[in-house]
T-cell receptor, first 113, second 116 residues
Framework: AQKITQTQPGMFVQEKEAVTLDCTYD???????LFWYKQPSSGEMIFLIY??????QNATEGRYSLNFQKARKSANLVISASQLGDSAMYFC??????????FGTGTSLTVIP | DTGVSQDPRHKITKRGQNVTFRCDPI?????LYWYRQTLGQGPEFLTY????????KSRLLSDRFSAERPKGSFSTLEIQRTEQGDSAMYLC??????????????FGEGSRLTVL
């Protein structure tokens, strides 16, 4: 079974609108961490946001927020007020107790002016 | 500290040749990871080190691949007898996991391998 599933290969959003990128995960660990990374066309992986499995509040970092629904094992990324520079690949990742990181297949986001 | 650095950034080689990539992590980071990424895919885990100990290696990793982190600082990834299917971006990342931090991965810019 896939550890991380991202079902949206590509998404489009109008500039200044909000967009939600979906991520579901599979683990039997009680303690784990969930991460979102951005990979622009230049190739570098940029860390965006983190959610710990024991965190009760949804994480927020500026325009990024993580909609964490533990019972549903989902960790969706919400980007508010989209900007042209948000166009990139977005990867959801999970770190289990053993410290290995698993990545999803990514979602390509295109922001339309 | 300027972050994770990888060398070379690009490598073109002929099938059957050996190649070696180097990664210099952020100096205080105790964990170092190697990933492989092909076009349109997410990073695929290869192996990871805590200090100088190689703690895990992907079961999918051919025995042609070997990695070392001899002094717990820089790491090398060697691919022997390269095949065309080895063509990919090889990403190195480091992290510091401890109390009070999230332990996120910091990635280098990657080493792109093309096997002809």
């Amino acid at each position: 079974a896939q550890k991380i599933t991202q079902t949206q290969p590509g998404m489009f959003v109008q500039e200044k609108e909000a967009v939600t990128l979906d991520c579901t995960y599979d683990t039997s660990d009680q303690s784990y961490g969930l991460f979102w990374y951005k990979q622009p066309s230049s190739g570098e992986m940029i860390f965006l946001i983190y959610q710990g499995s024991y965190d009760e509040q949804n994480a927020t970092e500026g325009r990024y927020s993580l909609n964490f629904q533990k019972a549903r094992k989902s960790a969706n990324l919400v980007i508010s007020a989209s900007q042209l520079g948000d166009s990139a690949m977005y990867f959801c990742a999970m770190r289990e107790t053993g410290n290995q990181f698993y990545f999803g297949t990514g979602t390509s986001l295109t922001v339309i002016p | 500290d300027t972050g994770v650095s990888q060398d070379p950034r690009h490598k073109i080689t002929k099938r059957g040749q050996n190649v070696t990539f180097r990664c210099d992590p952020i100096s205080e980071h105790n964990r170092l990871y190697w990933y492989r990424q092909t076009l349109g895919q997410g990073p695929e885990f290869l192996t990871y080190f805590q200090n100088e100990a190689q703690l895990e290696k992907s079961r999918l990793l051919s025995d042609r691949f070997s990695a070392e982190r001899p002094k717990g600082s820089f790491s090398t990834l060697e691919i022997q007898r390269t095949e065309q299917g080895d063509s990919a971006m090889y990403l190195c990342a480091s992290s510091l996991l401890g109390t009070g931090n999230t332990g996120e991965l910091f990635f280098g810019e990657g080493s792109r391998l093309t096997v002809l």
